[in-house]
């Protein structure tokens, strides 16, 4: 980790019956959220440590996100995660180590939509769209057991969020571009511009069937633009990013597909910030029906990151009985999703 002068902390405590998350900026408290299970414990007339545990997996969901939302943060600004191990109540001890420590943010991604829609369907199929990657999973165990989350494709240059920002900026919309491209597309035309579908000529296809590229796509926009611009015509920036949203929508939910059926999978599950883009759900949906396979995308809010998504991945791991990892786990900045657990 680079050294940071003012260091932004999350903190995590499930010694006993509180679940407490706290968020810290150098010695400034910025968040400092808890859920107690006292009452639950009250009739037995002290702590019950099953009570307890159950209580924090419960309580750990929301209480990182009310912490999250009260420091004003995101979960990617955090440097560094802190966590009780002890003493305590061992079962209640495991459920905060194990949600501090499954911080694979990628895996976290696909684990949040069960807080929405329920027990993930393993084996399924995850893309993972966000700023910084754009994958094809084949997800058999989501907590990473025995190879459970096996790479099938990813992109070879841009990601997709990345793709939306860039074009974005190009189109002179604020950042992150993803939400305002998805707005201004709504009143745009779709088809206005037939811009290039990166990776899916016949050729491309044998060597990168599941594979995405979008660097040819953000330069196939630049140059549109700056032919309008050179013209001095003005830009049709709804028609301008309705098309180039339809040329990344087009690919991600094809190959999606096209990797569903290949494997005779079922279950398609989108996850990441881009997941959130109203045309690719849309598309998704549409398409997935005709093929029979079923869609699961989570609600908008828990597409980008959040710190629910972790904890929902903490507790699955316990639910699951995964071990911790050890004490001198190190932060990686690229951590393949295949480690769900690291160290
Ligand atoms: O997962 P995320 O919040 O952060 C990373 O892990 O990168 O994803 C952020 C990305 C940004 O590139 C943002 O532009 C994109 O998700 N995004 C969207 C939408 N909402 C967020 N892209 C397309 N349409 C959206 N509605
Ligand atoms: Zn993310």
Known sequence: MACV???????????????????????????????????????????????????????????????????????????AVAVTN??????????????AKALNHLASHVAVDQLEHGPLPEPCVAMLVSGGHSSLLRVTDVTGQ???????????????????????????????GGPYIDKAAREGDSVFIDFPRGLTSRRDLERHRFDFSFSGLKTAVARWVEAKERAGEPVPVKDVAASFQEAVCDVLVRKALDAASSEGIEDL??????????RLRFLAEERAEKLGIRVRVP????????????????????ARGRTPSSLDLPADSSLPVTDVLAG
């Open 5 to 79: 002068s003012e260091p932004l902390v999350l903190g995590i405590e499930t010694s006993c019956d509180e679940t407490g998350v706290g968020i810290v900026r150098g010695h400034t408290l910025l968040a400092d959220a808890v859920a107690s299970s006292v009452d639950e414990h009250a009739r037995f007339g002290g702590v019950v440590p099953e009570v307890a545990s159950r209580a924090h997996l419960e309580a750990m969901v929301p209480t990182i996100e009310r912490a999250c939302e009260t420091a004003g943060i995101a979960l990617h600004d955090v440097d």
């Open 86 to 99: 002890g003493p305590g109540l061992a079962g209640a001890l495991l459920v905060g180590v194990a949600a």
């Open 146 to 176: 025995d190879g459970g989350v096996d790479p099938m494709g990813q992109t070879i240059d841009d990601a997709a969020g990345e793709a939306f920002d860039k074009v974005a900026r190009l189109l002179g919309l604020p950042f992150p």
């Open 269 to 278: 599950l989108i996850g990441g910030g881009v997941a959130a883009n109203s």
């Open 299 to 318: 609600r908008p809010g828990l597409c980008t990151d959040n710190g629910a998504m972790v904890a929902a991945l903490g507790a699955e791991m316990v």
